[in-house]
């Protein structure tokens, strides 16, 4: 089956100026402009219109918890809501059409409602009549929990157990554990599907999962990656985040699991929302450091292991102090193995909020890439956003440093962190141009290519990412006001149109513009995505 796609944008390496592309099979067959696409037409089995669309890549999404997400576009999503009494009554609501069973309410911030604060064991009781809720916060590192989820789970008198009901740390994988033993494996099949159809719907075509023993299980992962085995969605790449201590054993781990790395979610320490990022400084509302959950020496072990055994490792790591234990094991294991041995393994950094010049250059050194969420800024950046609240504004505004990473060489990957926020690629690259800093804004070409390229680079694969000939044929089609180039002046966004720049344009990204629509998701050649009525 051969298709030329014609009357549009194609944003490739190969033609800036490319209106037409050709795909025979699971391959671009040709790229180039509208009077060669004449030649074509006769040639193929179908012509689609592109009616000035954009064609684009498809995103790689770098950090994703994919049944988690599908588990939440089930749940009651409380990100919306606008006080703890609304919240209340809609799993109230949730409860009565579930019947008994556990009810899933995800995504609130106490910081949006007008009480100020968590729910309670005892509203969650109240509100369920008695039933199982796990309710966890915005950001995944803290929740609420029912009695009855609490006595069922043994989170009571735990470690980061509140009488409230609200647990972190060991009473909050206590109860997440509990709550997710619940689910069967039906349902973890229909939650992953969820979310991966999700992430075809907003032009993603690969998903790095994250899994881990404190997150999920070995099935989870398992099912996990079949589903991206199975061609009629997003392809995933899947990372377990556990400890190993020898070569053996981090190659056992990685051949058991089918991961590509042993990385992702290996918690070096928490979450700014909810307290337990590992801080120098205390945090401005709470007379705590937060949490610190590896020391240098359990990282220099786990990447000396890794490196030797030629797999990725990483770690989640926000905290400036967190930051400073992981900088200096990655330092420690490249001492003890060879500083060439830590690089050629390519390891990665989830999230990285807080890396200091110092800690940059050290990671840029050792060939570390940085997996960044760049949603998080735009959801609690700025002076008068969470990240202030609990840092301070100076602090808050140091934040996610993405200029400061890429300037200094960084490999830089985006992602969204799902279900702490969603999928949502062009959102992301526009909090990568409106960085609430704006000696921290890059250039949307630059954000373009950390959330295609970036992603697949950041996963050991160099040559993927891009529409060139010969390449997979794994694109999305959008629909787009003007495509304009950005051009950064220091601290000044300006935007340009002018086609003697030779470069492709991408659609206007400044704040109150309107996104992009996805129209149709093609990955290696198969249609997983197609909006009703948008392509003929």
């Known amino acids: 089956m051969s298709t030329l796609y014609r009357g549009g944008f194609v944003y490739s390496p190969v033609d800036p100026f490319a209106t037409a592309m050709v795909v025979t099979g699971h391959e671009i067959a040709w790229i180039g402009g509208e009077e060669a696409a004449a030649g074509h037409a006769d040639a193929v089995d179908e012509v689609v219109d592109l009616d000035g669309a954009l064609v684009t890549p498809t995103f790689v999404d770098a950090h994703v918890h994919t049944s988690m997400t599908g588990l939440s576009l089930e749940g009651v999503d409380l990100s919306d809501s606008l006080s703890l009494a609304e919240a209340l009554s809609r799993i109230e609501t949730a409860a009565r059409a579930r019947q008994g069973r556990p009810v899933y309410a995800h995504s609130w911030d106490e910081r949006a409602w007008p009480e100020g604060r968590a729910a309670t064991s005892a509203e969650l009781d109240r509100a369920s009549y008695g039933g199982v809720v796990y309710m966890p916060r915005i950001d995944a590192h803290s929740a609420v929990v029912s009695s009855a989820l609490a006595a069922a789970s043994g989170a009571r008198g735990r470690d980061g157990w509140h009488e409230s009901g609200l647990v972190l740390r060991e009473a909050h994988h206590l109860a997440r554990e509990a709550f997710h033993a619940g689910i069967t494996p039906a349902d973890r099949s229909r939650h992953v599907d969820l979310a991966l159809k999700a992430a075809a719907q907003a032009g993603i075509g690969l998903v790095h999962e994250h899994g881990a023993p404190h997150l999920s299980s070995a099935e989870d992962l398992a099912t996990v990656i079949a589903a991206g085995d199975r061609g009629d969605g997003p392809q995933v790449m899947a990372y377990w985040g556990e400890l190993v201590e020898d070569e053996q054993a981090a190659r056992d781990l990685v051949a058991r699991h089918g991961a590509r790395g042993l990385a992702g979610d290996l918690c070096a320490d928490g979450s700014v929302g909810s307290r337990t990022a590992r801080v120098r400084r205390p945090y401005a509302d709470e007379d705590t450091h937060g949490c610190a959950y590896l020391s ?139 960085h609430h800093n704006p000696e921290q804004r890059i250039s949307a070409r630059s954000a373009f290519l950390a959330h295609t390229r970036g992603g697949w680079r950041a996963g050991g694969i160099d040559d993927r990412g891009y529409l060139d000939l010969g390449q997979p044929a794994s694109f999305a089609i959008w629909s787009v006001g003007d495509l304009v180039v950005q051009a950064p002046d220091d601290r000044i966004q300006t935007w340009s149109t002018d086609p003697r720049s030779g470069t492709p344009g991408l659609p206007d990204l400044s704040p109150g513009a309107d996104l992009p629509v996805n129209l149709r998701t093609v990955i290696r050649g198969r249609t997983v995505f197609d909006r009703e009525g948008a392509l003929t």
């Open 296 to 434: 240098v020496e359990q990282v220099r072990d786990h990447v000396s292991a890794c490196s030797l055994a030629g797999v990725q490792a990483g770690f989640h790591v926000i905290g400036d102090a967190a930051v400073e234990t992981v900088v200096a094991g990655l330092r420690a294991a490249a001492e003890q193995v060879g500083a060439d041995v830590v690089r050629r393994a390519r390891h990665r950094l989830e999230h990285l909020e807080m890396p200091d010049a110092d800690a940059i250059a050290a990671l840029v050194d050792l060939g570390v890439h940085a997996s960044v969420q760049p949603a998080f800024d735009a959801a609690w950046g700025g002076e008068a956003g969470m990240y202030a609240a609990r840092l301070g504004a100076e602090r808050a505004l140091a934040m996610n440093p993405v200029a400061s990473m890429a300037a200094a060489g960084m490999s830089l990957a985006l992602g969204s962190d799902t279900p702490v926020t969603p999928f949502a690629p062009w959102q992301a690259i526009r909090a990568c141009v409106n």
